[in-house]
């Protein structure tokens, strides 16, 4: 008998429990609530083009401190918002009741959605669901819990915009799981058909601008390494040399994106504004 050498047929996948795990982790280190309510006009401009109806069924996944939960609930929609880290949740509850607005807060995973099929008229995420490591299931719960004809909208940064292109600085001194597909992939045309055209009647896709308005390219470093989930956690996992690279790398970004003219920084963040209406 002649031995032979096996040879794996194929990659082996990801371990999504443990990714998840880790992700819960990073999500809630820093302060993540911070930076998110600087966002809140993104949760504003996704509601009108959803063209959210008051009294309509709105679920928001992977809401975090609630921008698009406050958006729905402010247009007099019956609102439930979700995310897998409980401190956040209470983030955008605490919002909710300053405002008055009656919205139902619930720790849910994108994944694993505890919901009954078709029970919303509406499913909403800014810069949430794209962070979930098996993205195939993920688009999947979004459409499970979807009725016929109604819409999923979601706010996804896109590859080559100023959070793609420093989310993969990050990967490339904190490399990320192996097997783990870029989030950046959500805001972009083919991945969105890939993921739920069968399903899609119509799905439509802009490109918008987010302002990042900082005091300055250092200033936007020191806030993101204090709260922001992903450096945070990066910066962390370097000795002082890599910590010293990864912040120089992150500076030469936000100096190539700068448009403020030498007062302040503004820098825009390009993101995908999609809307799918489900057939």
Aim: proline share 5%; aromatic share 8%; glycine share 10%.
């Amino acid at each position: 008998m002649t031995a032979t050498t096996a040879t794996p047929s194929q990659t082996t996948a990801p371990d999504y429990a443990a990714i998840k795990q880790r992700q819960q982790a990073t999500w809630a280190s820093g302060d993540f609530a911070v930076i998110g309510t600087t966002l809140q006009i993104v949760g504003e401009m996704l509601a009108e083009a959803v063209d959210l109806r008051a009294g309509e069924q709105v679920l928001d996944v992977a809401a975090g401190n609630g921008n698009a939960t406050l958006a729905a609930a402010r247009r007099f929609a019956e609102v439930t918002s979700t995310d897998f880290v409980p401190a956040l949740l209470e983030k955008g509850r605490r919002r909710a009741k300053a405002e008055g607005l009656d919205v139902h807060f619930e720790v849910a995973d994108a994944e694993a959605l505890p919901f009954e099929a078709a029970s919303f008229d509406v499913v909403l995420s800014t810069f949430g669901v794209m962070f979930a490591p098996n993205q195939a299931r993920a688009a999947s719960e979004l459409l499970r819990v979807v009725r016929p004809g109604g819409r999923i909208g979601m706010a996804n940064w896109t590859p080559d915009g100023l959070i793609g292109r420093l989310l993969k600085i990050v990967g490339t001194h904190v490399p990320p799981p192996a097997g783990l597909r870029p989030p950046s992939l959500w805001g972009t045309e083919a991945h969105l058909v890939s993921l739920f055209g069968p399903m899609a009647h119509q799905l439509r896709i802009e490109r918008k601008l987010f302002m990042f308005r900082y005091l300055s390219a250092a200033h936007f470093v020191q806030v993101f390494r204090n709260l922001y989930g992903p450096t945070h956690k990066a910066f962390a996992a370097l000795d002082a040399a890599g910590q010293a690279a990864l912040e120089r790398d992150i500076t030469a970004l936000l100096n190539e994106f700068d448009v403020g003219g030498g007062r302040g920084l503004v820098a825009p963040g390009e993101y995908a504004e999609i809307v799918i209406t489900v057939g």
